[in-house]
């Protein structure tokens, strides 16, 4: 499903950071950054031209693609991993900081994943998130899984990182603008916890 969207021409979610990334990339930790299902690239591409060590991981392999040849266009370097999340080992004590933009998961791998992530951080290592909420079944068209079960809420970021200290877990509205399939009125959660 993923390679037959990304073979189009365009990056269908633009070649810009997520908007909350972007506001927030001064609260990440110096070092590393693991990006999950990252794509075509954008905000691996955006984090490795701030400085950060960067590997994108995504099930794929035509995005992967896709974000190389835009690391490249930018003169910078990423690290792509082809993995499906079910599959894919995050280590623990490995990454100063995990990013995850509108990675939607069913609910036993949301958790899987979360409780990994949490653990993979160094100390003060950085998890910072965007994902739309149930309401966003109430928009048209712009953006997210059709199904509530995909979609996340505060409070579940808060009982899956529940380790870890909690910065800011923030359910509210706002205009997306990244790329054509993400363009619109939004229900998004924001969220960012860190390792004390």
Not at 3 to 10: C, G, L, M, T, V
Not at 58 to 78: F, H, P, Q, T, Y
Not at 108 to 117: D, F, P
Request: proline letters at 4%; a negative charge.
């Amino acid at each position: 499903m993923w390679d037959e969207r990304y073979s189009a021409d365009e990056y269908i979610f633009g070649t810009e950071p997520n908007d909350f990334l972007g506001t927030n990339v001064g609260k990440l930790k110096p070092g590393s950054v693991l990006c999950l299902a990252d794509g075509e690239g954008r905000n691996s591409v955006y984090l490795a031209k701030q400085g950060f060590n960067v590997t994108a991981v995504d099930m794929s392999l035509v995005g992967l693609e896709k974000a190389r040849k835009l690391a490249s266009d930018n003169g910078v370097e990423i690290e792509t991993v082809h993995a499906d999340l079910n599959d894919f080992a995050i280590e623990p004590n490995r990454w100063d900081n995990v990013v995850s933009i509108f990675c939607h998961l069913p609910e036993s791998l949301r958790q899987k994943v979360h409780e990994a992530s949490a653990k993979s951080l160094t100390d003060g290592g950085v998890f910072l998130l965007e994902a739309y909420t149930v309401e966003q079944l109430k928009t048209s068209g712009t953006g997210g899984p059709p199904v509530p079960e995909l979609l996340f809420s505060a409070e579940m970021l808060k009982q899956d990182f529940q380790a870890l200290d909690i910065v800011q877990a923030l359910e509210t509205e706002r205009e997306v603008n990244e790329g054509t399939k993400h363009s619109g009125p939004a229900a998004v959660v924001q969220f960012i916890a860190r390792k004390a």
